[in-house]
């Protein structure tokens, strides 16, 4: 009964989502057109897509740009829903995607070395004041991207990087935003939920972590 009217938010967003036979189908798709024109005619992503047109080329980019956008929407809509503990620890959640696009600004400065990055493409950022897209996206190189971090949570994480003698890679880098994520999760959920509750997120985040130290 607590969580009754986000479960039904959730349930609602859930219908929403591809199924096991929307995947088998793109599976075997060759294009990004093909892919366009089947999500926008059998599946709810017809609205998201709908300023695509599939006569003209069309760029994988823009396609992540829609959906990474929609999936903003989707995850902001259930935060403005939630109040009290549950609408603080999503905000916090939150940070995980926040993270990733950080970690896609490291990766194209590690291997294709190209700055001109479109801040659209990394939607979730431009709702956090503390974090400069534009400052970030001109980035000339990986220590300088770090130097701009300064001023916001992440800075303390990888400022020892910026020491001439420590070796890094991209890995590195990546395991640290991750490690720091799931660090500040764990610090959180205890002080927010207790009991049950907090057997649910041990169990929940366990499970990421799980899944974390298998792929790396």
């Not at 199924?19 to 599976?27: H, P, Q, S, T, V």
């Not at 070395?113 to 400069?132: E, G, V």
């Not at 400022?159 to 660090?183: A, R």
């Amino acid at each position: 009964i607590k969580y009754s009217g986000i479960s039904a938010k959730i349930h609602c967003l859930y219908k929403k989502i591809l199924n096991r036979e929307d995947y088998k189908k793109i599976l075997k798709m060759k294009t990004v057109k093909e892919l366009v024109e089947y999500l926008k005619s059998s599946t709810h992503f017809s609205n998201v897509l709908s300023s695509i047109d599939e006569k003209r080329s069309i760029h994988r980019g823009e396609i992540e740009v829609l959906l990474k956008s929609s999936i903003l929407e989707d995850y902001n809509s259930i935060i403005r829903f939630t109040k009290g503990t549950l609408g603080n620890f999503l905000k916090i959640v939150s940070l995980k995607y926040e993270i990733e696009s950080l970690k896609i600004l490291i990766r194209v400065l590690e291997t294709e070395k190209n700055t001109n990055i479109i801040s659209s493409s990394l939607a979730f950022l431009s709702d956090y004041k503390d974090l400069d897209i534009e400052k970030l996206s001109s980035s000339l190189n990986t220590k300088d991207f770090i130097k701009n971090l300064e001023g916001t949570i992440y800075y303390n994480i990888l400022e020892p990087y910026l020491n001439k003698d420590k070796e890094y890679n991209l890995f590195n880098l990546e395991m640290e935003l991750d490690m720091f994520y799931y660090s500040y999760i764990n610090k959180h959920k205890k002080k927010l939920f207790k009991n049950d509750e907090l057997k649910t997120m041990d169990k929940l985040f366990g499970i990421e972590i799980d899944i974390l130290n298998l792929i790396t």
